[in-house]
């Protein structure tokens, strides 16, 4: 299985973008799908997650102006994210985690958020 993000670019603060991570290959009994990021000089922290059964969780403080969404098939999982302020600026990377599998990483997108 592997992941392919897109979606990032550059916008300005108030702007909106919206991330897709597209799945290649057999996957078997989806867990769940998840969005991290990752700024300049900082970890990689979580952001949002959408599970089998499509309970989706976010980190707090981006409730409200981020949201996570899939395809039906587990093919592709979206962050549509609104109102962008720079401290979002980060690269962006989804995961997958199938049933008796490693979790799997995508390579990240960059989202840059001007001021």
């Known amino acids: 299985v592997q992941l392919q993000a897109s979606g990032g670019g550059s916008v300005q603060a108030g702007g909106s973008l919206r991330l897709s991570c597209s799945v290649s290959?057999?996957?078997?009994?989806?867990?769940?799908m998840a969005w991290y990021r990752q700024a300049p000089g900082k970890q990689r922290e979580f952001v949002a997650q959408?599970?089998?059964?499509?309970?989706?969780t976010y980190e707090e403080s981006l409730k409200g102006r981020f949201t996570i969404s899939r395809d039906d098939r587990w093919r592709a999982v979206y962050l549509q994210m609104n109102n962008l302020k720079p401290e979002d600026t980060a690269l962006y990377y989804c995961?997958?985690?199938?049933?008796?599998?490693?979790?799997?990483w995508g390579q990240g997108t960059l989202v840059t958020v001007s001021s």
């Open positions: 995961n997958v985690k199938e049933l008796l599998r490693e979790v799997v």
């Open positions: 290959g057999i996957t078997f009994n989806v867990q769940y």
């Open positions: 959408i599970k089998r059964g499509d309970t989706t």
